[in-house]
């Protein structure tokens, strides 16, 4: 690393150390949501693949059967991952949005979204 000449203030990182800092970073970031990820969270974003083209109150429904879990609970988990910028989904301003896992989150799961990992 050295110092950026347009802005001193920033250091110059070449590329190939650019790829290795984005991959330290994503492997640090997997290993503190797989912390900080409560286990109804981590099931919900695991689940996700099974249920394509869902909107959330229908993934809610769902989930909350075969999770055996109550809406509320599911319907909040599903809240906090959109949140915490892993899903996207509609909300009271945009409905009928299917809930997708976003790039963020893709790379978190990691796997095709199959487990943490």
Do not use: F, W
């Amino acid at each position: 690393m050295d110092i950026c000449r347009s802005d001193p203030n920033r250091l110059h990182v070449p590329l190939t150390q650019e790829v290795v800092l984005t991959r330290d970073a994503i492997k640090a970031v997997r290993v503190l949501l797989d912390l900080k990820l409560t286990g109804n969270q981590q099931l919900v974003l695991s689940r996700l693949k099974d249920y394509p083209e869902t909107t959330m109150t229908s993934l809610v429904l769902s989930l909350s059967g075969e999770l055996e879990l109550s809406e509320p609970t599911v319907r909040r988990t599903v809240q906090l991952c959109r949140l915490l910028g892993l899903i996207a989904c509609g909300d009271k301003k945009s409905k009928g949005i299917h809930v997708k896992l976003t790039p963020l989150g893709q790379k978190i799961l990691g796997n095709g979204g199959d487990t943490l990992s």
